[in-house]
């Protein structure tokens, strides 16, 4: 608390002052500490016209290109993520977030394309690499909340809906139930969904904004 619950490795010293004062180091020792809080489980309080009036703020629709995946609009593409997303039992604003920070708000522009509507990079491992493509908007982000799930849940918790997630089977169970240990640098055992610094705390932010 004293240090405002910051992540990160801390260290102390001890001292041992005898009879005469003289001071003694008796021992050292470091801890690395990564406090979360967002739980990737869960069910969340924003509503589909909030996501729908931030995601507006930010960036324009595209229509055109979502269309053939059956979400032509903002309304239609949010209320999916709902769907999808209390399907499994993980939060709305998670899955939310995550696309958001993921494609530059549907804007893309990376190693995947609009059209494999694929919105959290799932198989996108670099390199060129487009990752995995789906026959639609609902199912891309099906798949993204069975990802989620995996990460979030221990094998003991199977999934409600049938597996379109491609790498379901790849991800370490239970590894992160966290939204800040989505990231590889901050996860405790070195797992997690993306390797850039802070991935899970860019989550957070768009969270936060909800």
Same mark, same amino acid.
């Given at each position: 608390?004293?240090?405002?619950?910051?992540?990160?490795?801390?260290?102390a010293t001890a001292?041992?002052?005898?009879?005469? #004062?003289?001071?003694?180091?008796? #021992?050292?020792?470091?801890?690395?500490?990564?406090? /979360?809080?967002?739980? =990737?489980?869960?069910? !969340?309080?924003?509503? %589909?016209? %909030?996501?729908?009036?931030?995601?507006?703020?930010?960036?324009?629709?595209?229509?055109?290109?979502?269309?053939?995946? +059956? @979400?032509?609009?903002?309304?239609?593409?949010?209320? =999916?993520?709902i769907e999808e /997303?209390?399907? &499994?039992? $993980?939060? /709305?604003?998670?899955?939310?977030?995550? =696309?958001?920070? &993921?494609?530059?708000?549907?804007?893309?522009?990376?190693?995947?394309?609009?059209?494999?509507?694929?919105? @959290?990079?799932?198989? /996108?491992?670099?390199?060129?690499? &487009?990752?995995?493509?789906?026959?639609d908007v609902r199912?891309?982000? %099906?798949?993204?909340?069975?990802?989620? +799930?995996?990460?979030?849940?221990? +094998?003991? $918790?199977?999934?409600?809906? #049938?597996?379109?997630?491609?790498?379901?089977?790849?991800?370490?169970?239970?590894?992160?139930?966290?939204?800040?240990?989505?990231?590889?640098? &901050?996860?405790? !055992?070195?797992?997690?969904?993306?390797?850039?610094?802070?991935?899970?705390? %860019?989550?957070?932010?768009?969270?936060?904004?909800?």
């Amino acid at each position: 608390a004293n240090h405002r619950y910051s992540s990160g490795t801390y260290y102390a010293t001890a001292h041992v002052v005898d009879a005469n #004062g003289i001071t003694t180091a008796a #021992g050292s020792g470091s801890l690395s500490v990564h406090y /979360a809080t967002a739980r =990737i489980m869960g069910t !969340s309080s924003v509503s %589909r016209d %909030r996501m729908v009036n931030l995601f507006n703020a930010n960036a324009t629709y595209p229509s055109q290109d979502l269309m053939p995946g +059956k @979400a032509g609009d903002i309304t239609t593409f949010c209320q =999916i993520i709902i769907e999808e /997303a209390s399907y &499994e039992g $993980v939060r /709305a604003d998670v899955v939310y977030a995550q =696309i958001m920070n &993921e494609t530059g708000w549907l804007r893309f522009g990376g190693d995947v394309k609009i059209d494999q509507f694929n919105f @959290a990079g799932l198989g /996108a491992t670099g390199d060129g690499a &487009e990752g995995a493509s789906f026959p639609d908007v609902r199912t891309g982000i %099906r798949a993204q909340v069975q990802h989620l +799930k995996a990460y979030a849940t221990p +094998k003991s $918790v199977s999934l409600n809906l #049938g597996v379109v997630d491609p790498r379901f089977d790849l991800v370490t169970r239970n590894c992160a139930p966290y939204v800040e240990w989505l990231g590889i640098q &901050e996860n405790p !055992s070195g797992k997690g969904w993306a390797s850039a610094k802070n991935y899970g705390g %860019r989550i957070i932010a768009v969270m936060n904004q909800l």
